[in-house]
């Protein structure tokens, strides 16, 4: 059915991840707050790292934020992974 765009239902998209997911993407690395530049590229990179390695979403993004456990938590602690573990 055709919407004119009212919310409503209790269908609406409630972020981002959200969406993406119901666009069909299985897995959304997403962060809960603002996160400086410089420590997130080394984060993904970590992460990317791991991914490629043949280790799960989940997994990667764990073993990324404990080689980053010298820095702040505030740097590394937002991201989650939703969808696939």
Do not use: H
Request: proline content about 7%; overall charge negative.
């Amino acid at each position: 059915a055709e919407t004119d765009g009212a919310l409503g239902g209790g269908n609406e998209v409630i972020c981002l991840q959200t969406a993406f997911q119901e666009a069909g993407v299985p897995c959304v690395l997403a962060s809960l707050w603002e996160v400086s530049d410089e420590s997130t590229a080394r984060l993904m990179t970590n992460f990317y790292a791991n991914l490629f390695s043949g280790r799960s979403p989940g997994e990667s993004l764990t073993l990324a934020m404990r080689e980053m456990t010298s820095e702040p938590p505030s740097r590394w602690s937002p991201f989650q992974v939703y969808g696939l573990p």
